[in-house]
Structure formats: C-alpha cells, structure tokens
C-alpha cells in the first residue's frame, strides 16, 4: 500500500522565525544569516522563500568537496533567467564559470596574467549578473563547508550590494570558521541585516511538527511530550521518530488524535540513528542496497553512478529508487538523486560494517571516475576511504593541479596536506608535491601551518632543484609566520650554489634576492643585487621582473647604493602603461617603505599614493592584506614629512586590521608610539614605545625612529646615561656591518643625550665615524642629520640653523623644528614654536614655550586643542572631505580617495555638517560648489 512521505507539508513551529526572514529578504539591500545545528530545519526554512514571490536562487556547498571555487554561487545562477541586460564586458569573464550562460554573456575580456585581478572581474561579473536580475533572493547554504574563494566573493558582495538583492546565508554557528562569521560582521548601514536562530523545538511545536506529519488535527499531549524528550527537540528527529512508529504499527488514531500504544511497550531511542536504521531495514533489499551506496556517495548522483556503487541492475537501481524515496529516506534532484538529511547518510553510513564500507568506496570511485565530468574531490575521497592509497594520491595531485589552475590556492593545500600528512611516500614524490602545498600556502593571506611538511621533505629530498625550492618556501613561511631564523642565510646560500641558475633563472632569481636583502654584511647584500640584476634578464616571468626589481632596488635604497635613483626610474618605466597586478603593487610598496626610512619622504608619499590606490582592485579579493601594508608604510613616510592630519586614528585603525600580521604591524606600531610622544606627555609615551620595541624581532629599519624618541625622552627627563648605555652597543653593532642610510636619523639625539650624560668627547668620535662610514652613500637625510649632530657638539657654530634648513629641503619639518629650536635666536625659536603648533607637538611646543619665557620672548596666545584651529571656517581637509561628500561619494569611497580611514573621513563629516548648520548629506549635495567657496 502506498503511503506519502512522512513529511511535514508545510512549514510548523517556526512561525517566528519565518516572518523576521520574510521581512528582512523584503527590505533590500538584505542579509539574513540563518543558524542552527544539524537537523534543525535551516534548508526547510528557507525552502518557504519562494512562497513570497520573489526569484530565489539557491546553491549549496558539499561536505566533499571538488577542486572548483565558487561552487555554490555558480550552481544558483545557473537558474538566472534569459532576460539578462546591460552587462557590462567584465561579465565575459563567466563565460569559463558558466557555459551554460556563454551566449548571453559578453565575449570574454583580454586574460590578465594576474591571478588576483582574474578573481576580481569574476566576483565583478558575478556581482553584475545579480544586480541585473533586479529583485531576488540569493541563498547559499551549508556555508560551514564554503571554500575560501565563496567566503571572500560574499564578503566583496556585501560589502556593497545591489540594491534589489537579498541574501540568505545558512550554517552551523558551532562549525563556522572565523573569517564566514566576519563577513556579516561589517556591514554597510544602509544593508537591513537579521540573525535568524533555529532553537530545539518545546512540546507545543513537536506536537504540532508530528500532528502536520500525519496529516491529524491533533496527537497526544503524552505522545508530543515523549518525542521531544526522545528527538531532544530537533525537527529532523521527531520526523524519523514518527515516521519509525508508523511503519511499526505502534501509533493508533484513538478519541480524533493520534495517540502512542502503551509506554512499557514502546521503546523508541532518542535522536536519528536507530529509527533511521529500523527504516532502512524494511525496505526491499534492493532500496536498501542503493540507501547504503547513497550514504557511501553522501553528494546527489546519477542512478547509473548509485547503481555502479550498489551493483545493481540499472532497473533493479531504479525501482530500489523510487521505493527509497517514496519512503522519505531518499530525494529526487533532477537527474540525481540524495539522502534528504545529511544525518540520516550518516547514520546510514555508520552502521555500515567497515569492511563492507571500503568495497562500497572502492566501487564508487569506479563509478565516478567514467562520469563525463569526472568529480577528481569525490574520485580522491573514495579511493582514500577504500584504502587505494596510490589511487587517492594520484586523484588528489589531480584535483590540486585543477584547484591551482583555478586560482583556489587555500584548496590545494587543503587537499595537498592531507596527502603529505596520511599518504607513504617515496621521498621524491614527497618532496614534489610538497613543492605545490609550498606555493600555494605562500600565496594565502592566512598562512596555514605547514611548515613541519616542508621541513620533513627537505630532510628527505635529495634533488637540488627541489630542496632549493623547498629551502625558499620554508623560509617564506617562517618569516610571514614570524618564525624567521638566524641562520637563513647559511641555509640559503649552498643552496643557490648546488642550483643551475642558467636552467632555472626564476628559481635563483627568487633566491638571491632574498639574500640581498637580510645578510648583515653590506658587501655580501651588494654582491647578491649584482647577481640577480645579472640574471633577471633571463627570466621571462614580466610580474617576478618587476617584483624583483622593486625588491633590489628597495634593498639598494636601504643599503645607499646609489644606483637606486636609476632603477626607481626603470621601475617606473616599466609600469607606465601596463594593467596593475600584485607585483607591481609590492615592487612600489617596498621602494617607498624604503624611500620613507632612508629620508626622502616626498617621493615616497607619492609612490606609496600610486601604491595605495593601484591596491584596491586586489583589495576587494585578497582581504586588504596589500593595501593595508602599503597603509601601514604610508604612515612612516607621513609621520617623517610631517603629514600628521588624522595619523593618530589611522595607526590606530591600522593596528587593529592588522593584528594578526606583526610583521606588517610593526610600522604603524612605531608612529603610533613616536605620535604619543610628541602630542602627549613623556613618561605616558615611554612604555609604548618600549613595548613596540619588544615586538620587533631583532634590528628592522623601524629601529631608528624608536632609539631617536627613547633618547630625546630620556633628556627630557634628566636621566640620559642609562638610555645611553643601553643604546651605544646597538649604534656599534651598526659600525660593524656598515652604518646605512636610514641609521643616521638617530644621530642627533644620541649625540645629545651623550653631551648631556657627560660624554661629549666620545660623541664627536662617534659622529665623524657615521660621516666616514656614510660617505659616498646616497643617503638624503644624512646632511641634515650630521650637522644637526654637529650642533650639541658647537652650539655656537650655526650648525643648528644650517640642520634646519637641510631638513625642510627634505621635508622633515619635525626635526627641522628641533634644530631650530637650539639655534638660539628668537626668529629660529618663534620657527619652531610655529611649527610644533602645526603639527600639533604639544610635548615640544611646551617646552619650546617655556624656553621662550625664559628668554621674555611674546608669544601670541595659542591653541591647546592639538593641531591649529579653524574656528567656524572649513579646514583644508575638511574642505576635501566636504567636496567629495556633496558629490555623492560613500565615506569609503573619500577614504580611498584621500587615503584616510573611513573613521576619519566620518569626524571631518560630522565637523563640516556642524560648522555649515547642516543636518543631512543631502543638504551638503544642495549646496554644489558653494561647499568649497565657504
């Protein structure tokens, strides 16, 4: 006799939560997130979303997963419909994602050869495929098993969506990864967002739930309490549970309701796992068998695939089918078939004695294997739990070639790392593969942990080639980790010895230049640029030239070779006309980071700018890590040039995004300490920077910044001969391998607190060797900075006023400042005091205050609020923030454009509205031009 599913028909219990989704997806732009444990309902849930009218498109992500990213998004736009319109090109580069879309999509644009910028245009073109369907719901569930690239195109997505889409996100709060849950962590203001918690349900819901599944106006009120205590109140439970008791004949229609036979006769387990199995036990044994190669399959497949797994007759395979879901064990999909509940398949599963399980697996990867479309995640995973080792390492080798030609780096090493931590290898082979878990790790912006791999195949390998990759890949990913070792270089040198450099020029390219950058000997570093600017001509790789070149010449700034000025302008040269691409961006950001020490901060504004803005593209799919650093350095160069308009809160900010990446963090750390000096007070400042210097791992370039404030606020503080002591056997660690460009900054305040602790005689010394040892060095800050020094050692000599000029002609007017302050004439002090008020130095512009006091010198009243007011008239930044404001521009989209953070451009909004009586942005946009004529 044929009976219905026991189902419920309709949606029961979760009237609540239903209607907070129905609203939240009606009030676009949306996001609701829908969380609850396995079986709770959060696919039927959403399963009501069509009832609204609206057009759903859904997709899912599979417990198993396939070498193919954005698997979820790409499955629900294959439902989109064949009105679309006013795409733009950049929806050409779906084409590959979406065959089955390819003649409504534009031609394809010109590839990139850049990565970074391919994912860009396809989370580009996916967005303008969403924003062209106008009003729909997008619904991604079972994000707990989301690959990296469906989490990051989410968080581009929503981070600024089309207005007339909603989006449903589903999973398990207790599975979610860190970075799926920051996706909905910041959303813009105008996105409605709601959380919507599936709870286990009480006696009142179970009693609804089971009354809808058998289609009774009622049961029992002992009955509902009974299966909410068996089914711990989770829906999936209470239907096995019902379904179980009907097919044993122990339920009975009594009074109009349905009620339970006796209790001491009943003894129903709790949960899923026995009624599932009870189940499956009265079916015929041809359903059973394809019950169990589902559960062994676990994703939707053919009849012909669960047929293979089952070994059945395809219309044995399909008769044991339609049995499988006509008792509700089973669903139709298409031209597929599944398990309803991934609980139910794995309760299914389990029971499957292991033998059993493996010939199970083993006929599956057959199976899979024929498919037109082979699935290499299942093909791999099968062979793996049927004990065919070499079979699954071969499949996952596969799927990893197919996740890297995707871009899906955090795939391959998730694939990769299973295979190298389970798999016996032969020691080649090891190291082979261990080589493409290397690169790809490298590339991620969260650096898995790896590294016991790499080492374990560098112990084992033996082929030059490959232990010289695996030697630069483990330093790599030491030092991103901050695990960075000491005796690097005497791992890295024999091993670009034992290599072909003329067979592989990229490989010893990416070696050598990473020896000429850390070695401590200048003449060592020097011989390795030579190398490697000798050789990279042979390297046909455009982006590694360039990034090679940016780092050689960063290095050749730091060490003050002059030949730096040439190769910043063949950089430059080679970048003119060309698309941006990550190298690129790095090979600016490591020149300006080094311009910005070494003192020539005005050109490094301006390339870290290009930096910065040429960084957004890839920002939008990388998670910010480039644009960050390059944030991060462009605040050392600003704090050098006196730049220091909303410094504060950016370091702040920077700190924070940065967190996790100490490496990047340690710039903005530094002008953070050295700010709370100058606009605070000392003692507060000392412990700050004490604490940056702590994390800094050994000498970094940062170093001279910290040492020049420690000192000076030692001096302040009457008490130099200790910091003196501690800092001189650093300062002669520095004579020894070569005094470089950017160590000369320290100069001044180290001659003075040496003078004020009564070694002045050792000071002299001290500064003709850093004139010697800096001599014919391209060093733009070193004139300035000696005759500065020079001046604690004559004061009567004119060296301060001279020092002061020098600096402004390298835009420091902090230092300028300071040196004005001694040159022991009012005009220079009133100079100085000008330019601490400026820049907002109140620690200076206090003492410099009071030295003007001593002398009688007037000086007009001043403001204490920081930097120099405006009164009720717009300041020059708030005139910008203003301007761009009223033409419409999102407070992200100033930040980008002026290089602030949004939480800066958000106070000069608040000023401007405040200052011109507005109340609105819409009343700023009325004003037009009037706004910059105020």
């Not at 015929?284 to 394809?290: D, G, H, I, L, Y």
């Not at 100069?747 to 009564?758: D, F, I, R, S, Y």
């Amino acid at each position: 006799m044929h009976q219905r599913p026991m189902i419920s028909p309709t949606l029961v219990g979760r009237a609540g939560e239903l209607a907070l989704l129905t609203e939240t997806v009606s009030n676009t732009p949306s996001v609701a997130v829908v969380e609850g444990e396995a079986g709770m309902g959060k696919t039927r849930l959403v399963g009501e979303l069509p009832r609204t009218g609206l057009r759903v498109l859904t997709g899912g992500c599979a417990r198993i997963r396939e070498p193919f990213p954005l698997g979820p998004i790409v499955e629900a736009l294959r439902e989109v419909p064949d009105d679309l319109t006013g795409l733009s090109p950049v929806a050409g580069a779906l084409r590959p994602l979406l065959p089955e879309l390819a003649e409504r999509l534009p031609e394809p644009p010109e590839p990139l050869d850049d990565r970074a910028g391919e994912r860009h245009r396809v989370f580009r073109g996916l967005g303008e495929i969403l924003r062209a369907l106008g009003q729909a719901v997008l619904v991604v569930e079972d994000l707990h098993w989301a690959d990296e690239q469906t989490v990051e195109f989410l968080g581009y997505l929503l981070s600024a969506p089309p207005p007339d889409l909603a989006v449903v996100l589903t999973y398990r709060a207790e599975e979610a990864s860190a970075d799926l849950r920051a996706v909905t962590a910041r959303l813009p203001r105008a996105v409605a967002h709601a959380r919507v918690r599936l709870a286990p349900m009480d006696v009142a819901q179970t009693r609804a739930l089971a009354a809808a599944i058998l289609d009774a106006e009622e049961i029992s009120l002992d009955f509902a309490e009974h299966l909410c205590e068996r089914a711990s109140g989770v829906p999936l439970a209470v239907q096995e549970l019902v379904a179980l008791l009907r097919q044993r004949g122990t339920l009975m229609h009594r009074g109009g309701e349905w009620a339970r036979r006796t209790i001491a006769r009943l003894d129903v387990p709790a949960g899923v796992r026995d009624p599932v199995l009870e189940r499956v036990s009265r079916l015929s044994p041809q359903a059973e068998a394809v019950v169990r190669a589902a559960s062994v399959l676990h994703e939707p497949m053919p009849v012909e695939v669960l047929a293979a797994t089952a070994r059945l007759p395809y219309e044995s395979a399909l008769d044991g089918l339609d049995e499988a879901v006509e008792h509700g064990l089973l669903a139709a999909r298409g031209e597929t078939a599944a398990f309803r509940h991934v609980l139910a398949a794995q309760a299914v599963y389990e029971d499957i004695p292991a033998a059993r399980r493996r010939d199970l697996h083993a006929r599956a990867a057959t199976a899979v294997e024929v498919m037109p479309s082979v699935p290499l995640g299942q093909l791999a995973h099968h062979h793996r739990r049927a004990g065919h080792m070499a079979a699954w390492v071969e499949a996952a080798e596969r799927a990893a070639d197919q996740a890297r030609r995707l871009g899906d780096d955090a795939e391959v090493v998730r694939i990769l790392e299973a295979v190298l931590r389970h798999a016996p290898l032969e020691a080649e082979h090891r190291g082979r593969l261990t080589v493409k878990l290397g690169w790809a790790a490298e590339g991620l912006l969260h650096i898995p942990d790896v590294i016991d791999l790499l080492a374990l195949a560098l112990d084992q390998v033996s082929a030059p080639v490959t232990r010289a990759e695996l030697t630069l890949l483990l330093l790599y990913l030491k030092d991103a980790t901050g695990q960075g070792s000491g005796s690097w270089f005497e791992e890295l040198a024999p091993a670009v010895a034992d290599l072909d450099v003329e067979a592989q020029p990229e490989l010893a390219v990416r070696m050598m230049t990473v020896l000429s950058m850390g070695r401590d000997a200048r003449t060592a570093d020097r011989h390795w640029m030579d190398r490697t600017l000798a050789v990279l001509p042979a390297v046909r790789n455009t982006h590694l030239q360039i990034f090679v070149l940016g780092k050689i010449t960063s290095s050749m700034v730091l060490m003050g070779d002059p030949r730096w000025v040439e190769l910043i302008e063949e950089v430059r040269g080679s970048l003119g006309h060309r698309s941006w691409h990550r190298a690129k961006v790095n090979a600016y950001y490591s020149i300006g980071s080094a311009l910005a020490f070494v003192g020539d901060h005005v050109q490094a504004q301006t390339i870290l700018r290009v930096a910065l803005e040429s960084a957004a593209p890839l920002a939008e799919v990388s998670g910010g890590d480039m644009i960050d650093r390059c944030r991060s350095a462009l605040a050392v160069a600003d704090y050098c040039a006196g730049s220091w308009d909303g410094l504060t809160t950016e370091t702040a900010l920077l700190a924070e995004r940065l967190s996790e990446r100490p490496k990047d963090r340690y710039a903005a750390a530094t002008v953070a300490a050295c700010l709370a000096l100058a606009r605070t007070d000392a003692a507060g400042a000392e412990s700050g920077i004490r604490q940056v210097m702590t994390e800094v791992p050994g000498i970094v370039d940062e170093t001279s910044l910290l040492v020049t404030a420690l000192l000076r606020q030692a001096v302040a503080r009457g008490e130099p001969g200790g910091t003196v002591a501690e800092v001189l056997p650093l300062v002669e660690s520095w004579f020894e391998r070569g005094l470089r460009p950017s160590e000369v900054r320290i100069l001044p305040a180290l001659t003075e607190a040496m003078v004020a602790a009564g070694r002045a005689e050792e000071a002299a010394g001290l500064v003709t060797r850093a004139e010697r040892a800096i001599a014919g060095l391209a060093a733009p800050l070193a004139p300035a900075a000696l005759r500065h020094a020079r001046g604690f050692l004559d004061p009567r000599g004119g060296h301060f006023a001279a020092a002061a000029d020098l600096y402004e002609a390298v835009q420091c007017p902090y230092e300028a400042a300071q040196a004005r302050e001694r040159a022991g004439t009012d005009e220079q002090l009133r100079r100085a005091i000008d330019a601490y008020e400026t820049l907002g130095a109140r620690w200076d512009l206090d003492r410099a205050a009071r030295l003007a006091r001593e002398r009688g010198l007037s000086l007009p009243a001043r403001h204490r609020g920081g930097t120099r007011g405006y009164g009720d008239n717009l300041s020059p930044r708030e005139r910008d923030v203003a301007r761009l404001a009223a033409s419409g521009l999102t407070n992200k989209e100033i930040a980008q454009e002026l290089f602030l953070s949004a939480k800066t451009v958000e106070r000069h909004l608040s000023a401007v509205l405040r200052k011109l009586g507005l109340r609105s942005r819409i009343e700023l946009a009325r004003m037009g031009d009037a706004v910059t004529a105020e």
